[in-house]
Structures are given as structure tokens and as C-alpha cells.
């Protein structure tokens, strides 16, 4: 006998409509590269990894970047797409917020409830049609043998009408320039989870596909960049597993470029820390900036809010060159 056999019924679960939820992140307050002013911020080491950007670029090697949520809820979503289609983006990675947070801005324009009230009486995430046609999407992505990403793209690109601000979404923009979105679902941490519509083996078999998209973008990487804004475990976790990887089957991954953004103060960062130190546990700091260059290459991190960094990146790197081309 199962002595664990014993579950919640999810069919019990009740959602309510997004009709009229309250949105801290809408249309109206994402930030815009044609209008915003351009904060100062010029660090020590920037120069020097926008040179390595511009070098990876030149050489066509990856160049790939690894979100947190608060990236998308930071309404940077227009800075990713300019990037994505000059180039200057090869490979986007994001934990399952970020795709949640850009599918919801997509759908009805906003996105980001008031999680302290929401959670008191049981109502947080519990929002229709978020988790039913999130749910629905990597349930016929999974049937077709896509991934996590590439199925959200998918389903955006066969519905127009259920996503008139299709424009400003990151999964969709990616699927129709051909490069690779790719989100790592940890069971249970997503609000998409809660839904009497889930289904745990399509979201575990799509991110599955995901990852081994995440492998070979990483086993290309000799000559490139990874860059992670914000994510403080999934991605630096993914990140360490996947060179492995790479790494064991004999490619050559020593000669890269790594870098950190976020706003965690790690002083000298390249510093041995003893077990004793509270940062020695923060995962970026040694999966992203230390570990992987322990051979070659140079990891760097950065000390600064998103809503800084990406558009200085932007301006750095793609200047007037992506002024309207956001299309939709």
C-alpha cells in the first residue's frame, strides 16, 4: 500500500476571471528605448565586457541571456526584443515567472497581482485564463514534441485574437526570429501549477526539451557570453549543469565570457570565501562568475537594478540601430 497515496483534488480548485484584477505592471508604465533617458551608469568592467559582447557577435558565437522574473516586471520587455532582433541576444533563457509575466502582458496587457492580499484568502494565481491557456499551450506543445518556449510561441502565433499585445512578448517575438526561448520549470513554483488544467507531464516534458536546447547553445559557447539578470537559482543552476555537460562530452568551453547582474553587493567577488560566509551560497557568484572560468575566460558581476543595466547594454550596444524595429 502507498502510504503517501493521499492528494489534493485539484478539480475542487476554484480560479477567477483576470477581468478586473488589479495590474502593477501594464502597458502604460513598460519602459520604451524610443522615449526613455538613459541612465548614467558606467561601472568598472563594463567596457571591457561590451567589448567581448561585440567580439562574440563578430565571431558569431552564442550569446545568451539567463532572466529573473523581475526583468519582465521591470517592463523591460521592449529592450529584449531590440536586442533580440540585432542580434545581440542568440539564446534567452527564464525560470517560469518570466514566462508567465510576459504571456499575461501579452494577453491583456498587464501583469504582477498584489501577492500580500491575494495569498490571505487563497485567491494568488488563481486567475482563469492564465492557467488555462498557459496549461493548454504546453499540453498541445508537448503532443507535438516541443519545448517549454517554443510551445507558448506556438500557441501566441495560432490565437492573434486571444493576444492583441502580442508585440511586447518576449516567447512569441523569439519563436518568430527563429532563436531559442527556453524556460526551466521548477515543479510547484508557478502559479500555472495551482490550476485544475495542469498537467505536470507536459510541463516537465516540455522544459525537459529545453534543457537539452540550453546544452547546446552552451556547447557552442567557446568565444561567447552568458549573462544572468537576476536569477539567484534556476538559472545559474541550469547554467553549472548544462557546461558540465558540454564539458563531458569533449567540447570546448573554457574560452567564455560570464557575467552577473543584481543587486547583491559581493564586494571582491573573485575572493575564496570560507563556509562560514553567508555568500559563498549565493549560486551566481560561484556558478556564473567564478566556476565556469576557472580555466579561461573572465566572469564578472555587477552590482545594479535591471531597469539600469539594460538599457545602458542596449544603448552600448545597439545605439540608434534598433529604433523601430519592434514589429508585431
Known sequence: MNRYEDQIDFSRIRTWPLTGRHNLVTLENMADPDKDSLPDWHPPGLDDLVARLRAARESSSPIIWSLGAHVIKNGLSR???????CGWITHLSGNGAVSIHDFELAMIGGTSEDVPTAIEDGSFGMWEETGHHMNLALQQGWQAGLGYGEAIGAYIDRHPELFPHRSVNVAWQAYRLGIPATYHIALGTDIIHQHPSVDFAAIGGTSG???????????????????????????????????????????????????????????????????????????????????????????????????????VLHARLIGNEGKGTRHG
Open 79 to 85: 529592450y529584449l526584443i531590440d536586442l533580440m532582433q
Open 209 to 311: 526539451v529545453d534543457f537539452r536546447k540550453m546544452c547546446v547553445s552552451v556547447s557552442r559557447l567557446d568565444g561567447g557570453v552568458f549573462l544572468n539578470f537576476g536569477s539567484s537559482v534556476i538559472g545559474p543552476e541550469v547554467f553549472l549543469k548544462a557546461l558540465s555537460i558540454a564539458r563531458n562530452l569533449g567540447y570546448p568551453t573554457y574560452r567564455i565570457t560570464t557575467a552577473n547582474f543584481d543587486l547583491i553587493d559581493l564586494g571582491d567577488y573573485h575572493k575564496p570565501l570560507g563556509y562560514d560566509d553567508p555568500l559563498y551560497y549565493y549560486r551566481p557568484r560561484k556558478n556564473i562568475v567564478n566556476r565556469p572560468v576557472s580555466r579561461g575566460g573572465k566572469g564578472y558581476h555587477f552590482t545594479v537594478d535591471h531597469k539600469v543595466s539594460i538599457p
